[in-house]
Each structure stands twice: as C-alpha cells, then as structure tokens.
C-alpha cells in the first residue's frame, strides 16, 4: 500500500468518526428538545392557559426534535459507513455534507473536510473495493493502477 492510501485510509476513518460525534450531538439535541417539549406542555397545563401559541411551540419543539434526532441517527449511520468503507456511505455523506455547509462552525467544516477527503481519487478507490470493509482483499488489475 502507497503512503497515499494508508494517509487516505486514516482520514476517511476521522471523517467517520467525526460523522459519528456530529450525529450524536444531533441526536442528543434532539432528544433535548423533546424534553423541552414535554415540560412547555406539562407547565402550560398546570398554568390552565393552554391555547394556540402554548400548543403552536410545543409542536414546533416536536418538529425540531424529531428532525434534529433524525439527522443525528442518519449522520452516525453515515459515519459507520465510512468506516465500513459501504459505497452508499459514501454517497450519502457527500449528499449530506450539503446541508451541513449552513451549520456554522462544525457543519460548515465538517462539510468541506467531507467534501476534501471523499472526492480524492484514492478514497474512490477506498470505497471501490467492496462492501465487505477495509480489509477487503483487492484485486490487482486494483493494485497496478
């Protein structure tokens, strides 16, 4: 192996990681928010004044939490699969490193780091071999490129 590729090899496993961090911190969030939910409408009932903006902020307390836990969830799956070196990993960490260019500061870096590692050439290759993982034996019509 090329001392390109094994520095390849160890920044697609950060970008993986950092995927999993990122997704936590959103899952966390998430789960927040729906804590947050819970207590606006239990102190809104024990007030008696629940009406339309006591409910409208719950619901959007909801909506956020459920969105923020979503993207978490998919970002640590991404993650995962950056570290298995699945081609769809690939493809969707690419697709959501989009949205993550407008999350200042980590989303942004996270997104052009995402962006850097993923459209290298050797980390084509990284992904190319197979879905079995990093340890996927490679062929040499591979290997003589």
């Known amino acids: 192996m090329s001392p390109a590729r094994s520095e390849q090899r160890f920044h697609v496993d950060v970008l993986g990681y950092l995927h999993l961090v990122w997704g936590a911190f959103g899952m966390l969030t998430g789960i927040s928010l729906a804590i947050l939910a819970v207590g606006t409408n239990i102190a809104a009932i024990e007030l008696g004044s ?9 619901w959007i307390f909801v909506i956020c939490a459920v969105t923020l836990a979503g993207f978490g969830v998919s970002m640590a799956v991404i993650g995962r699969g950056l ?63």
């Not at 629940?50 to 719950?58: F, T």
């Open 50 to 58: 629940v009406g339309a903006p006591q409910r409208a902020a719950v």
């Open 83 to 145: 570290q298995r070196r699945w081609g769809r990993g690939r493809v969707a960490a690419l697709i959501l490193a989009v949205p993550n260019l407008a999350i200042v500061p980590f989303g942004t870096a996270l997104g052009v780091y995402t962006f850097w590692v993923l459209q290298n050439d050797d980390a084509r290759h990284e992904f190319a071999a197979g879905t079995a993982g990093p340890a996927a034996p490679r062929s040499t019509w591979t290997d003589a490129r």
